[in-house]
């Protein structure tokens, strides 16, 4: 048994070695990928239901890699989180968008850009400062930027939490609560801070037809959501069924393949600039 104890505890260190290897040679193939340009924003349409327009987008990052291809982000962004370089990274994904989003204003196309933020980024000191800057000399509204941020973000304790996210709100900045329903809120919580906006998760969309509690699940986030004056965005829309069903119920916008994949930036630009349909 002692025998045995000795050669688990040799694993371990190894296996910890291993694993500050990997994450120093992770952080630098980050850090090459950011100064090399090899980072690229998606963006999704989001869908308007009451006005049948695309009314926003969400940026999506990608890592074009040289050698691998183009890289999701599930597939970086937690090594980024564990890293660290999740803020620097996050930088660069909130000028990009902003700056696509000037863009398509001067193209006339009025629409606001959504951008993922992680609670990693969220506790760094400058994420207000960030903000201001990027805000600071555009032409347009900081209310066409919304920050999307995750529930258990949101939720941890903190009183410095609600103060970041009221400068935030304070500097006209839109927020959203994403992957709504995955979490862990309380709805009395979500009360006190200054959200503009949830997003329901598509775990709960995918099989709305079919599954008479998810269907109840996405019916009383609506309803509740509008109670508390937020609007509604349904993630994860892919057929018609789905949206029949959100449209009846009153859901503001939708998001998913059905309305849009997430475009590289030129081809979601030549989108917006399509002539609808006669
Ligand atoms: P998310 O914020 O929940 O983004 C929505 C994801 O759902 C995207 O995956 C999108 O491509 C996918 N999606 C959209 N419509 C549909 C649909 O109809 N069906 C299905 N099955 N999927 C759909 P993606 O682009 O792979 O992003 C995955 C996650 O990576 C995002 O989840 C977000 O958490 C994270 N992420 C992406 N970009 C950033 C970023 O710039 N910063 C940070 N911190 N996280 C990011
Ligand atoms: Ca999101
Ligand atoms: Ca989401
Ligand atoms: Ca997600």
């Known amino acids: 048994a002692k025998n ?5 505890l040799h694993f371990f260190h190894s296996t910890m070695e291993n694993y500050s290897i990997q994450r120093i040679e992770m952080e630098r193939q980050l850090r090459h990928a950011l100064d090399n340009h090899e980072f690229r924003l998606f963006y999704q349409p ?6 049948g327009a695309i009314d926003g987008a969400e940026a999506l990052i990608r890592w074009q890699h040289p050698q691998k291809g183009l890289i999701a982000p599930d597939e970086f962004i937690p090594m980024a989180e564990d890293t660290g370089m999740i803020v620097p990274i996050g930088e660069w994904v909130l000028k990009q968008a902003w700056a696509e989003c000037q863009n398509w204003h001067r193209a006339g196309h009025a629409l606001r850009v959504g951008v993922n933020l992680s609670a990693h980024q969220f506790n760094h000191a400058q994420l207000t400062d960030l903000a201001s800057m990027v805000l600071s000399d555009t032409i347009i509204d900081a ?11 949101v939720m941890r304790q903190a009183e410095d939490t609600l103060t970041a996210l009221n400068a935030l709100k304070k500097s006209g900045i839109r927020l959203a609560i994403d992957d709504f329903g995955t979490g ?3 709805l009395s919580y979500l009360k006190q801070f200054p ?3 949830l997003k329901i998760d598509r775990s709960f ?21 509008h109670c508390m004056g937020l609007e509604v965005i349904a993630e994860g ?4 069924e789905q949206l029949k069903f959100l449209r009846m119920h009153d859901c503001n916008q939708v998001q998913g393949y059905l309305t849009g ?3 590289p930036a030129n081809e979601f630009l030549a989108l917006l600039s399509a002539k609808p349909e006669p």
């Open 205 to 225: 969309v995918g099989d709305l037809a079919n599954n008479p509690n998810d269907a109840a699940i996405v019916v009383a986030i609506i309803a509740m959501a």
């Open 237 to 240: 829309v892919e057929t018609e």
């Open 184 to 186: 862990y809120s309380s």
């Open 143 to 153: 209310s066409f930027l919304e920050l999307e941020l995750t529930e258990s973000l």
């Open 195 to 197: 959200i503009d906006r």
């Open 261 to 263: 994949k997430p475009l």
């Open 46 to 51: 989001q869908f308007n239901l009451e006005t």
């Open 4 to 8: 045995n104890g000795r050669k688990c």
